[in-house]
């Protein structure tokens, strides 16, 4: 659990931007454990000294700041995983994400995942906005090479549903099949055996995508994006939480299935 600051103005700011910095830091490291360590990393340090972040007008982005900061004294964020296999769609597409080099990778999270500008994100990682923007530019290049890979919906608003398909396809991905409940995506899972999940969090009735999902895992090795209009709401860093979440409404997101996939994805409780 990440230190709860002291209740007042500037530590509440601090506080409500923490969840987002767990969101980054987990798709950064691809590790809910590691990327929850430098966020408790840096909430102690911003709470000793707060003239660390009060310097910039904007608390995420002085927050941000600092936590790329401390990579410099404490080493690297970026760590492969060992246990990455390179057969089939799924693996190749890990081993092609965790190959991009750790300043692309930065790049795509901060500004397709967070929502900073470049001018913004170049300002986080301190370097030159030209800089910034060649290694998005890069990055966004190398992930057009990956393969197209087979995707699962979980969502029960058709609209959405329909939308989020269609934005999937546009990405050169296939759509294996849309699912409304927890039975549907279980026995869609099962059937199609898909190589990414894009899972709502409330579906019909009382039906709950982390169910739905948790099940799926028991059978399939499949990285899973939950999503859902609060990220802060499940970021609390108290209780079982999803190890992935974007937000809706999707910003670019077909961008965002690929700079945020397989390989940062957290895998049966890691």
């Excluded at 969840?19 to 990327?35: E, V």
């Excluded at 990393?41 to 709470?47: K, M, N």
């Excluded at 990956?146 to 699962?152: G, N, R, Y």
């Excluded at 169910?211 to 108290?238: H, M, N, Q, W, Y």
Aim: glycine share 6%; hydrophobic share 45%; net charge negative.
């Amino acid at each position: 659990m990440v230190a709860a600051p002291v209740k007042d103005g500037l530590s509440e700011t601090i506080s409500a931007t923490l969840p987002f910095l767990r969101r980054y830091a987990r798709a950064l490291t691809g590790s809910q454990q590691r990327g929850d360590e430098w966020v408790r990393l840096c909430a102690e340090v911003v709470l000793q000294q707060r003239d660390l972040v009060t310097e910039d007008s904007d608390t995420k982005l002085g927050v941000f700041k600092l936590f790329h900061r401390l990579r410099l004294p404490f080493g690297s964020l970026e760590e492969k995983e060992s246990t990455a296999e390179a057969d089939g769609v799924s693996g190749r597409l890990k081993e092609t994400l965790t190959d991009l080099v750790p300043m692309q990778r930065q790049m795509l999270l901060l500004t397709v995942l967070e929502g900073f500008t470049v001018e913004d994100a170049a300002e986080i990682l301190g370097i030159s906005l030209d800089a910034a923007e060649s290694a998005l530019r890069q990055a966004r290049e190398e992930l057009q090479r990956v393969a197209s890979v087979k995707v699962l919906v979980i969502e029960d608003e058709a609209v959405i549903a329909l939308d989020v398909a269609k934005i999937v396809r546009s990405a050169g991905h296939q759509v294996v099949g849309i699912a409304a409940t927890e039975k549907a995506a279980i026995d869609l899972a099962q059937k199609y055996s898909p190589h990414l999940v894009l899972c709502d969090i409330q579906l019909k009735g009382s039906d709950n995508g982390i169910v739905a999902a948790r099940e799926i895992l028991k059978s399939l090795d499949v990285p899973v994006i939950f999503v859902t209009g609060f990220p802060e709401r499940l970021l609390t860093g108290t209780g079982v939480e999803p190890a992935f979440v974007i937000t809706k409404p999707f910003p670019r997101l077909s961008t965002l299935l690929l700079s945020s996939g397989c390989d940062t994805l957290h895998r049966r409780g890691k």
